[in-house]
């Protein structure tokens, strides 16, 4: 039957056709496959959470998009574990590393930072840094004097070796409540010395009850601020007598000063009040004329309301101040050596001049310029 062999030849060329078809996109997924080579997965630990709409979460997950722009064969993984109230944040970066799913690049402060690398937590950077500089990229021109003993630890036999980069540096200023300043007829700056935050915490605490001079942290976050005072008084807590080995260093004329100021602000002339380390106590500083606080890449605090100045200079002359930071380092596990390259080269940008240009472009775009 000639119409019959004409349809089966008809669906032959179809079924021929559609095999064709399959074939053809089989070997174009193979051959993208191959000219695609699987992202090499990257554990970061304090990636930006990208629902946030701050300034300074916008201008975060653009330098992290400029870094994938420019490293197309990394793939950013978050790296957070189980976070619990009340414990540092370390706490959770052990727990993870216990728990075998460890970050890639750790998120660390100068509080864990030795720590970490004592237990042999962190792998030194200087392999990755002599190869920058070989390339003319002098990545040890970043750290500032005053941080360079923090991130070059003597471990493990007493040779210093870099462990970190530091990244978004705060220095702790005094900050004052405009309104507070205005009512008691201060000047609108910060007091210049121990005997200008005298008198003006008096000034302030005298507007009224329930309100105070100056706010400082109670419990066990009292050492905390004590420390400015410590520091500006020309005393330390702990002295370095021999490499890695420190020693208390309260006991001394310049303890003794600080803790006798502290002591009248809070108990004699009760010009202080002391507040738990909580977020509650942001919605309580309508009442406090003064507080320590940290300023980084932006100011914590409603600048409308709140000015700062740097910490008041001590009885000597000297002022004290806490200087802090997060410090990136590479989780010293890594088995892969393209993962621990990746890491590198995350941690060089992220503490990078193009980082930085990003996030004071995006701050002064979305406001913050001042």
Known sequence: NPRSD????????????????????????ISLQASEPEKIPLRVSGLPNPSLTTPSAIAAQRIVDRFLQLN??????????????????????IMMIAGDIAPDVLNMNFRSLDSFVSQGMVAPLDEFVAEAEAAGNDVRARILPQVK????RPWPKGEKHLYGLPDELYVMGLFY?????????????????????????????ALGPGIYGLQLAGGQGASWNLMNFLWSAGGEAVREVSPNEWRADFNTPAAVAAYEFYYRLVEVERLATRMPLTGQVQNQRETIGMYFGYIGNTANANTEAFAFGAVPLGPTGIRGSEINSRVLGIYSQIKDPRVRQAAWRYIEFMTGPEAEQIRIRTLVELGQAS
């Open 72 to 93: 197309p064969d990394v793939k950013l993984i978050p790296a957070e574990g189980l976070r619990i109230e009340t414990l540092a944040s370390e706490v959770t970066t």
């Open 177 to 205: 409540n405009r309104e507070l300043f205005r009512r008691a007829g201060l000047p609108p700056r910060a007091p210049k010395d121990w005997n200008e935050l005298l008198e003006f915490a008096r000034k302030i605490t």
């Open 149 to 152: 003993d923090v991130v070059n």
């Open 6 to 29: 004409a349809r089966k030849r008809k669906n032959l060329m179809r079924t021929v056709t559609a095999l064709a078809s399959l074939i053809l996109c089989a070997a174009g997924a």
